[in-house]
């Protein structure tokens, strides 16, 4: 069973920078998408980036700018940089990755702001 890994997170103040990284136990095969959400207490799951295999990009408008995300091909790995970092940025970050029409998750990893 794949499964993926998170890592990166942890406290961080207002302006600041992280970057997640995104690893599976196992091996994988055709990715066709990597991608990053979010979801802050009492909030919804919110996506917030996504890579396809192709490389394209797609971002929730407040990620637009301030976060990037990136691939390693070789490594298998999704990462998630983040800059100027807001208090309201703090969440649990789960990574996703999509392959052979399956959605793998991760655990997520805590990401908190402070002011």
């Known amino acids: 069973q794949v499964q993926l890994v998170e890592s990166g997170g942890g406290l961080v103040q207002a302006g600041g920078s992280l970057r997640l990284s995104c690893v599976a136990s196992?091996?994988?095969?055709?990715?066709?998408?990597m991608s990053w959400y979010r979801q802050a207490p009492g909030k919804q799951r919110e996506l917030v980036a996504v890579?396809?295999?192709?490389?394209?990009?797609n971002y929730a408008d407040f990620a637009k700018v301030r976060f990037t995300i990136s691939r390693d091909n070789a490594k298998n790995t999704v990462d998630l940089q983040m800059n100027s970092l807001k208090p309201e940025d703090t969440a649990v970050y789960y990574c996703?990755?999509?392959?052979?029409?399956?959605?793998?998750w991760g655990q997520g990893t805590q990401v908190t702001v402070s002011s």
């Open positions: 996703k990755y999509f392959a052979l029409a399956r959605h793998y």
């Open positions: 196992g091996s994988i095969f055709r990715i066709n998408a």
């Open positions: 890579m396809t295999s192709a490389g394209n990009t």
